[in-house]
Every structure is written in structure tokens, then in C-alpha cells.
């Protein structure tokens, strides 16, 4: 059984960081791209950023490129995102979800997720 736990959420102010953790378990995840996706008040769920676990190949929406970073760790099976000059925007539920293949952008090619984790980001 797959699990993904999200932790690291919480509040910020205006161009401040925070880091969010997403620990995995359950089965080897070489072959798994593991995603960051989030999810702002009535609106849809969008990609963040993604990591394919063998290689380590990386994607960023456009709107955090040059602000966040996906990392992982293979030894403690986690996936790190680090949120750097956050901004108002930013503030959404953030979701770590897993795929046995590539990275994709869409949400409903992801077979596992984690319950999320609540980013506030105040101006």
C-alpha cells in the first residue's frame, strides 16, 4: 500500500521560504515520478513541480520557475520542495502525488496521494 505524507505547510509572509516534505512508503518508486500539485480556494488542481525518481529529470510551471525546488532523497524515500520568495499567490493546499512512469501535468494520470498540506502566504 502506497502512502504519501505531506508535511511543512503553514504560514508566511511575503517573499519569505518554506520547505514542504513528502514522505513516501509502500513499494520502490524507481520507476515513479513523484509531483507537487496545489490547489487555491475554488479553483482547480494545478501542477507545481515534478521529479522523476530514478534520473532525477525536472519540471516547473511557469510560475515557479526560479522560486521553488523539487529534490529528493532517496535513502529517507522523501521528496522535497523548497518555496523561496513565496508570494500571496502561492497560498493553496499543496499535494504530493505519485505515477508509475514519466512525469505529466494532468491530475488524474496520478494513481497516489497525500492529504495535503496548507500553505498561507500573507502580504
Known amino acids: 500500500q502506497v502512502q504519501l505524507v505531506e508535511s511543512g505547510g503553514g504560514l508566511a509572509h511575503t517573499g519569505g521560504s518554506l520547505r514542504l516534505s513528502c514522505a513516501a512508503s509502500g513499494r520502490t518508486f524507481s520507476t515513479y515520478a513523484i509531483t507537487w500539485f496545489r490547489q487555491a480556494s475554488g479553483k482547480g488542481r494545478d501542477i507545481v513541480a515534478s521529479?522523476?525518481?530514478?534520473?532525477?529529470?525536472?519540471y516547473y510551471a511557469d510560475s515557479v520557475k526560479g522560486r521553488f525546488t523539487i529534490s529528493r532523497d532517496r535513502f529517507k524515500n522523501t521528496v522535497y520542495l523548497q518555496m523561496n520568495n513565496l508570494q500571496p499567490e502561492d497560498t493553496a493546499i499543496y499535494y504530493c502525488?505519485?505515477?508509475?512512469?514519466?512525469?505529466?501535468?494532468?491530475?488524474?494520470?496520478?494513481?497516489?496521494w497525500g492529504q495535503g498540506t496548507q500553505v498561507t502566504v500573507s502580504s
Open positions: 521529479i522523476n525518481w530514478s534520473g532525477g529529470t525536472t
Open positions: 502525488a505519485a505515477r508509475n512512469g514519466w512525469s505529466v501535468i494532468t491530475p488524474g494520470d496520478y494513481d497516489y
